[in-house]
């Protein structure tokens, strides 16, 4: 491992981060708020981010440095975001800073406050733009602001981007990074507008629209959304939930005009059907408790948007919803949204592959010497990586169970251990019962809160760039 | 500039390499999995899985909106109908490497039908430079400018030549008085434009411009002079020997061909009469003795294994043949090769991949002046570039010595009319000039990037004399 070298990216990251701290601080002077929590972050960060950028280093980077730099740039990015939060004094211990980073940046949008609106807007607005850097990467905005990192930067946005297969927009890494950031702005604009003309106030608009962008999930509300109780509203960050929960590959696919391409992807065709199949689900099941249709439309298709995009607004407690819906709700973390969006969870097209496989091996034993492939959009899935999906999914359950066990020290009841390990893996943010959307994650112990976080980033990162830090032969010289 | 490349051989996969340099949006298209994540893995490029001859696939690389196609798959026809596909989606420019001699005859017609602007044929362009250096047996490798007119020798310094260990400018008057340019020098690796006062050594690599019976006449006072070679001992019966011995022949030179294969000796004993062929190892010592090996005058080796190929060099040096040139395909043996003493190394996917690159970086500055023709020199540690002045070319008429040039740049030769000009600090560049520039920076497109921008160190003009 090129120790060096890793540190020296995480250096230029590291600076990069300082100057996205300044717009925080900008908000923080127009309020008229104390600007010195932002200041000092700033300051330390810029330090440490130019110490580290200075190591002299050879110029050895392959995939395993590449995997190592992106673990360790998201840890050390979850501990630079608490520093903000630290230095305001509005949070009792560092495992709660570093919690509510981590949340941010890994768009999980679990909280451990329990009055949010008694915080100052500077933080407010740090902690939903963390869900915003965090949403599309923070390599892959360093690959497309950082004119030439000087190393096989594919590598970076290969183990940041969700999704089994890597594949780029264009030929060259830097411009597909500046494709990705430049939809992601825009869509993240027209949220804002909207928004602001369905009569949100602007600030609200944009910490909404960058919790919706991130498919993060934090407000600025005790209540979430509910705070506002306008139809128009919850429909809005319904519609732009699921489309930053599509891959960003399908609007490039629309802005260069290829249209059939679109209708190819069998990955949108599956993610569609299961929001409408589950909110058709939920509808029935909570009819009896609010006996309107529109009603019922309007809570069961926000909550299924939100859940699968793996956002966690909420604008209702469904904690009182039907155990039903409350299973609907559990597996929809599980699937969480379609591969290079910003969303997290298992993500459809490994579903569907996994699906597609299930139903290959029940045909291979009727027909033993049968030879069938796995095809995604129209495509053979080379074997290689049907493999490497079902390892993943065996993984993801190892470390949900793992966490949970830790978790479960705690003394809380199997539920609350077991969705609090699955909300934040998946970066979802509320869980059930005690963590539920009208719950919080305070009452945790700090153990447990720190195995959380890095429960989120592993599930941001999907696994494997965190396992291989703690792996020995990663460390080995040769 | 968007390049699609079909086919991540060994061509295809240097070609890219060298593309990405250049800062072209490549994509590799290629039916290997294992092939494409390797070049995915090691270049900055988009690949795309899939047959080149399936329109789907093309379009899918973007053929319908690129500027150029290179079909360097191992099957020609796979390469030609590739090209055809391609050019109706909508690629601007075609290039396909046909490589069986049957198609030669035709080549002209396919060209027109199959609408392919240029095909490559990296053994007979392999062996277009053997044939060169065989006519010029003193120069270790030898580039030709405006038409033959002017050629570029790079020659390396012996202990005993008269030059070793002298500054340049202290020369005899016979030398200087010639319309010769030292224009790079290369030691151990490191390339260089010498001045007045550099000082050769042993074992350096000279790069010479000047006209061809200058460059004759400055060998004979060297006393490198090597008469027309007679006899060419060629090891080795593939697609190179054949196109070579059809070119060596024309020559009138005397070939003799040592190939293991029965059945291809017969078919080369049917093309070429005159020469002998021997069926046999041409890497058995014995054969080569009983062939009388220190009575040929040149020795060419072109099996398939760069080992075997450098090992039986090495032999040919040593029994002190005047000339040997050596194939070798892969470019970390040159280096090992030059070392040990072997000068001339050809390489097909080297020679391949310039001439694709000197039609990229002509069709990139179709505005400005126009790059004739370009060559990389010293394993591509340098280039030497002609172009064609023309009104959009600055500083026309200034004198060189008032001129502010990029570091690393040489204007070599200007030829005027016919006329060979060696520039001197009072000459100037003139509109329809021919322009040689030698430079040590890759990425010079247009006459007008040897100007420095505003305020710096001046370059070298003029040079050694």
Redesign the interface.
Known sequence: MNLKLVLNVVGRVLKMEAVAMVIPLVVALGYGEDPLPFLYSILLVLLVGLILSVLPAKKHFYIREGFASVGLIWIITGVVGALPFWFSGYFNTLADCIFESCSGFTTTGASILTDIEALPKGILFWRSFTHWLGGMGVLVLATAVIPSLGIRSHYLTQAETPGPVFSKLVPKQAQTSKILYSMYCVLTLSEVICLKIAGMPLYDSFIHAFGTAGTGGFSNRNASVGAYGSFAIDMIISIFVLLFSLNFAVYFLLITRKFKEVLRSDELRFFLCVVAGSTLLLCINIYPLYSNVLETFQYAFFQVCSIISTTGFATTDWSFWPNFSHFVLVILMFCGACAGSTGGGIKCSRVLILLRSIRREIHRIVHPNSVEVVKLDGKVVEEDTVHSILVFVGCYFLVILSAALIISLDGYSYTVSFTSALTCVSNVGPGLELVGPAGNFSTFSSLSKLVMSLCMIIGRLEIFPILILFSRQSWRRA | M?IIIVGNGKVGFSLAEQLVKEKH???VVDVR?DSLRRA???L???VVRGNGVSADTLREAGADHSDLLVAATNSDEVNMVCCLIAKNLGTSYTIARIRNPEYTATLSELRRNLKIDMVINPESATAVEISRLLRFPAAANIETFCRGKVELIGFRLQQGDFMVGKPLHTLSNQIKKLPLLFCALERSGEVSIPNGSTVPQAGDKLYLIGRPDSLDQFFRILGRYTPKINQVLIIGGGKISGYLAHMLSKMGMRLKIVEQNASRCRSLSERFPKSTVICGDGTDQELLEAENLSACDAFVALTDRDEDNLIISLYATQKGLPKVITKCNRQNYAGIARSVGLDSVVSPKFITASNILRLVRGMQNSQGSVMNSLHRIADGAAEAMEFTANSSTHHLGISLKDLRLKPGILIAVIVRNQEIIIPEGSSSLQSNDNVIIISRNSGILDLNDIYQEEKAVPGTVGGAQ
């Open positions: 968007k949006d490549i994509t999995e995915c893995d090691l900055d490029i988009m």
